[in-house]
């Protein structure tokens, strides 16, 4: 099992353009989630799904859109990208959308928008 | 709605010496209360959680936590560290009944030293 994979690793954007970060997991997890990590603030939730077809917003969700069209696969996008969303952001998974499931967190993708 | 607070930033601390790394909480309902761990670099790993019962968790890598109702917290403790628990450390809850939406503290960053 590779877990949860996110791509790219890395990724520098120019203001106002859009992107796509990857994220799969091979684990048959239903839910599946997206945070960013800024430095001092911990992680924040930007949306969530419960299983394909269902997403919903999380703490931090302008910006963002998301899909779920499969059950592996949850990308991220950025409409227009914005120097405030520079940021370290996580890709998780856990086994259903109950509070007690641990949740698996991917590597993390790098993005700074210049 | 919940808030974590972890009381340090930064815990600095000789090898084979104790830690404890200290976590309040904050919710009107019964959360689930996690400790993660994340390495330079990578995503976030689980270290331990606490559901119900005993209030004192035992998790991977030596490490052990004691949910505490009446003070609101949840501190992690280690009885001899090692160079290798470098790392930053991430306490975060859930609510209990509902979603998986990890609320997290700020992260302390634990510096083990020769």
Same mark, same amino acid.
């Given at each position: 099992?590779?877990?949860?994979?996110?791509?790219?690793?890395?990724q520098?954007?120019?203001?106002?353009?859009?992107m796509?970060?990857?994220?799969?997991?091979?684990?048959?997890?239903?839910?599946?989630?997206?945070?960013?990590q800024?430095?001092?603030?911990?992680?924040?939730?930007?949306?969530?799904?419960?299983?394909?077809?269902?997403?919903?917003?999380?703490?931090?969700?302008n910006?963002?859109?998301?899909?779920?069209? %499969?059950?592996?696969? &949850?990308?991220?996008?950025?409409? +227009?990208? !914005?120097?405030? *969303? %520079?940021?370290?952001? &996580?890709?998780?998974?856990?086994? +259903?959308? !109950?509070g007690d *499931?641990?949740?698996h967190?991917?590597?993390g993708?790098r993005? +700074?928008?210049? | 709605?919940?808030?974590?607070?972890?009381l340090?930033?930064?815990?600095?601390?000789?090898?084979?010496?104790?830690?404890?790394?200290?976590?309040?909480?904050?919710?009107?309902?019964?959360?689930?209360?996690f400790?993660?761990?994340?390495?330079?670099?990578?995503?976030?790993?689980?270290?331990?959680k606490?559901?119900?019962?005993?209030?004192?968790?035992?998790?991977?890598?030596?490490?052990?936590?004691?949910?505490?109702?009446?003070?609101?917290?949840?501190?992690?403790?280690?009885?001899?560290?090692?160079?290798?628990d470098t790392?930053?450390?991430?306490?975060a809850?859930t609510?209990?009944?509902?979603?998986?939406?990890?609320?997290f503290?700020?992260?302390?960053?634990?510096?083990?030293?020769?």
């Open positions: 099992n590779a877990g949860v994979t996110q791509t790219p690793k890395f520098v954007l120019k203001t106002g353009q859009s796509t970060l990857q994220c799969a997991q091979d684990m048959n997890h239903e839910y599946m989630s997206w945070y960013r800024d430095p001092g603030m911990g992680l924040r939730l930007i949306h969530y799904s419960v299983g394909a077809g269902i997403t919903d917003q999380g703490e931090v969700p910006g963002y859109n998301v899909s779920r069209s %499969t059950t592996e696969d &949850f990308p991220l996008r950025l409409l +227009s990208a !914005a120097p405030s *969303q %520079t940021s370290v952001y &996580f890709c998780a998974s856990s086994y +259903s959308g !109950a *499931q641990p949740q967190f991917g590597d993708t993005l +700074s928008i210049l | 709605a919940q808030s974590v607070t972890q340090d930033s930064q815990v600095p601390v000789f090898e084979e010496a104790p830690v404890e790394l200290r976590c309040n909480y904050s919710s009107s309902v019964s959360v689930y209360l400790w993660y761990v994340q390495y330079p670099n990578q995503g976030l790993q689980l270290l331990l606490y559901l119900s019962g005993s209030t004192l968790v035992k998790g991977i890598n030596g490490f052990e936590a004691e949910f505490n109702k009446s003070q609101t917290s949840f501190h992690l403790r280690k009885p001899s560290v090692h160079i290798s790392a930053e450390y991430f306490c809850v609510q209990n009944g509902g979603y998986n939406k990890l609320i503290g700020a992260g302390t960053r634990l510096a083990v030293h020769p």
